[in-house]
């Protein structure tokens, strides 16, 4: 059976859980408290070289790790990655933008306020916001003309683009302002499987 170690407040691993539950994939899910430095092991640094969540263990015990890696894993061949050249580096630009442009300033931005930081971080959060919000403006632009980031219909890009951005409230971000992005995420959440991000996929075991 798939191994998925992950964290509870974790976007990037909350993409994976998605994923496998609209795959219908059966997986054991190890939460991991990074806190307490479980990322840090031995153990974990044999799974992941670069100490993070999420990790796919593969049956035969070799790991996959990165979400966008671990997501064209296991959309290999099935509706949601396109089998077209074009359309797929399309998809895998998207999940390039994602990282580099919307992840970090959102992330870090929710878990200041998460944690009770806001305050004592409050000059970093007013900096993570101003490149967030250049990266949002991006996407709810393409979105004003297109009803999905690719081609006609819900790839992965969709799943990992909108994961974090759904998010993006919880650090403060002002989401009205963006009305495309609104309606989007509406889409991606009434796609066949979706979950929230604290529920249980029907394919978890324990």
Do not use: C
């Amino acid at each position: 059976m798939l191994r998925l170690y992950d964290s509870r407040y974790s976007g990037n691993s909350w993409k994976i859980r998605i994923m496998l539950n609209q795959l219908e994939l059966p997986f054991e899910r190890r939460t991991l408290d990074l806190a307490a430095g479980e990322t840090k092991t031995p153990s974990f640094l044999e799974l992941n070289r670069f100490a993070r969540i999420p990790v796919l263990q593969l049956e035969d015990g070799r790991t996959i790790v990165e979400s966008a890696a671990i997501l064209l894993h296991l959309a290999e061949g099935t509706k949601y990655l396109p089998s077209d050249p074009y359309l797929r580096s399309q998809v895998t630009g998207w999940l390039f933008f994602e990282q580099g442009d919307l992840q970090r300033p959102i992330a870090l931005a929710r878990v200041y306020h998460i944690r009770g930081l806001a305050d004592q971080m409050s000059q970093q959060i007013e900096r993570l916001h101003a490149d967030g919000y250049v990266g949002l403006e991006k996407v709810d632009r393409w979105l004003t003309t297109n009803r999905w980031l690719v081609d006609y219909r819900y790839t992965i890009a969709d799943l990992a683009v909108s994961a974090y951005v759904s998010l993006a409230s919880e650090g403060k971000f002002e989401m009205d302002r963006f009305p495309g992005i609104r309606q989007w995420i509406e889409r991606v959440k009434a796609e066949p499987g979706w979950l929230g991000i604290f529920d249980q996929s029907r394919f978890q075991a324990g």
